[in-house]
Structure formats: C-alpha cells, structure tokens
C-alpha cells in the first residue's frame, strides 16, 4: 500500500537546553536523519520544521504560526502528499527502521490507524499509521489545532497497536540516548 511519511521536527527542545533534538546524533548519524531513512518508501516525504541538511531530498514544511504545537504541525503536513495512507512521526525516534514503518503500514487492516508501543507499553500516536480520511476527519474534530493537545486529536479513533518495542521509544532526555 502506498503511504506518504509526515516527520515532526519543529518543536523547541526545550528538555534540551534549546539543543536542536532533529539533529542530535547517534552513531555518526543524527536523529533526523534515521526517521527519514525508516520512511525511504515513502510516496512522498514531508519534514515539517524549519529546514536543515539531511540525508536525503524531501519536502519542507511549517506550522503558520510557527510554534503552534504538535497537532498544528500534523495539519501543515498533512495538506502534502495524497497518499491513502500516512505515517506519521516525530523526530525523535532513533530506533524506527524501513521494516518497522512498513509493518505500520502493512497492519492497519480496517482500523483508522496503527502504532508502535515503546518499551514501556505507551501508546505512542506519533509514530503510528494512519488512514488520511480518519486524519482530516480528526482535524476537522477539533477545529483550530494550535496548540491543541495530540490526546483529543486522536480521541475517536480506531486504533490498534504493536508489541511493546524499541522501535517506539523516543528521546526525551539526554539519558535516552544512553540506552
């Protein structure tokens, strides 16, 4: 099935000091970097964020204004691409590969999305499938998206989720990236 690929990476970082999260790196390569190698089948790829180099050609997009939180991002990304289906993911994801985001893809089935649990078991709705009829349908839920909160984005939706894995844990802190 062919799906577009919709990367987070405008947010402030600010568990970081202001460190630009997208761009720190793990084995020589930054976080970025390794989503946007995970979503290489991609129809279309949008970055949406303020643009930097990457390890690859993509689109670039941003929240207006900027600022405006993760579901005013997931709108600006969302109006790239027409793909029935849309992986969407945050930045900071380090463990995600081509095999896990195809799987996402694969396991929607007739659910208006598929996602990853991290380690812990927590859903993790930013690094999840997503049938782009259920999307809209969900923006349009809750109207304005700045800063709106992700929970009440996805409210409503038919989900499923994977085991529990690394694939799904994100970099909130420096001490994730020592795992």
């Known amino acids: 099935m062919e799906f577009d690929a919709v990367v987070l990476a405008g947010g402030g970082s ?12 793990l ?12 979503t290489i089948l991609a129809r ?13 050609e993509v689109g670039w997009t941003r929240e207006e204004p900027a600022g405006g939180g993760p579901v005013a991002g997931i709108a600006a990304g969302l109006a790239v691409g027409q793909a029935p289906v849309v992986v969407l993911l945050s930045c900071d994801l380090p463990w995600i590969t081509a095999q896990e985001v195809g799987g996402l893809v694969e396991s929607i089935g007739e659910l ?13 709705w930013l690094a999840a499938a997503y049938r782009r009829t259920a999307l809209v349908a969900a923006l349009e839920r809750v109207g304005d998206p700045q800063n709106q909160s992700v929970r009440r984005l996805f409210r409503g939706l038919e ?6 894995s690394r694939a799904g844990d994100d970099v909130d802190s420096w001490a994730d990236l020592d795992d």
């Open 44 to 56: 279309s790829t949008v970055v949406v964020g303020p643009e930097r180099a990457v390890c690859r």
């Open 159 to 164: 989900l499923g989720w994977s085991a529990p």
């Open 14 to 25: 600010t568990r970081f000091g202001g460190v630009d999260k997208a761009l720190l790196v």
């Open 27 to 38: 084995d020589g390569t930054s976080l970025l970097d390794r989503v946007l190698k995970a």
């Open 112 to 124: 208006d999305g598929f996602g990853l649990l991290d380690t812990g078991g927590r859903e993790q």
